[in-house]
């Protein structure tokens, strides 16, 4: 009978534990699959369906410490653009991004996808932080 | 015996038809024709004359000057962009590398990239992109000229260009044209699809191995 009770509050507990992870789950999810379709149309053909870039003209996604040491500031880069001197994967950059008219859901999105995809890793950027980071832009 | 003869006619046969097959594979030739009618020796021979390109004069990254006579013998590919062309360039361009690397060292093969914006990209910027993308040598050459030229050959090319769009963008259309040694038109291929190019990449091989197309030396 104990044995029993015992049992019976482990499986709620459980499940209470896998709600509330799929919870965040589905609203990663969510983010990232919408991102991947933002990312194919604007982003793809600079960066690369790998985030590869293109040889010394554009720079990769790869580089996880740029990405999480420029973390408040990507969305900004997307939606101004970006242009100057950068140092990404050890290899020097000077190009141009253009600003891009993304509304902040969509880079939202989008930049949970790039900073969870190519080897990238990191947690879900959502409206609330995208527009913050927005609200700082210079 | 009998059955010995039997073998030797048979693999004689395959042979033949294994020949064959990889003889008639030539690429088509695309273009305008025109029949032309001469009499050689007293008797009368129809010709097909085929749509080539035109005598042109352009400079590369260099700032060498580069004309037909620089093609003379080379079996070559053309395409369009801008350096700063935002959408469809830098797509074909990540796909024209692997064709570059492919062929950088046939002597017999360039490819050529017409800029539609000569006004920003000048010899000097051409070279920048050039020494980015990590091209060297002759292979590849970037072209620069007035702008009048660039579109009047674009058009012996089948490609079509525009002026800037309201939004300040050139638009035009991301073929890549592949020519052979007498300046004809054998293939045209979206460069913006990369198993087009890779397509295209496999008719250069068939192409090289045509006879009027082997290598002169």
Redesign the interface.
Known sequence: MKIKLIGIICVVLAAFVISCQSDEQVEFNRYFSAGSAVYQANCQ??H?AKGEG?????PSLTDSVYLKSNKYQLACFVKNGLKGQIKISGKQFE??M?PNDLSPVEIAQVLTYVTNSFGNKSATITIDQANADLAKCN | MKKLVYAIAFILLWNACKLNSSDNKALPIFGNKEAVTKTVNGKQVTDTLYQTIPAFKFVNQYGDTITDKSLDGKIYVADFFFTTCPNICPVMHRNMLPVYNEFKSHADFRIISHTIDPKYDTVPVLKKYADKMGISGNTWWLLHGQKNDTYTIAKSYLVSLQEKNPQGQYVHDGYFILIDKQKRIRGTYQGTDAKEVEKMTADIKTLMAEPDQKSTK
């Open positions: 053909n600079c690369g293109l040889q010394g003209l554009i190009g141009e253009p």
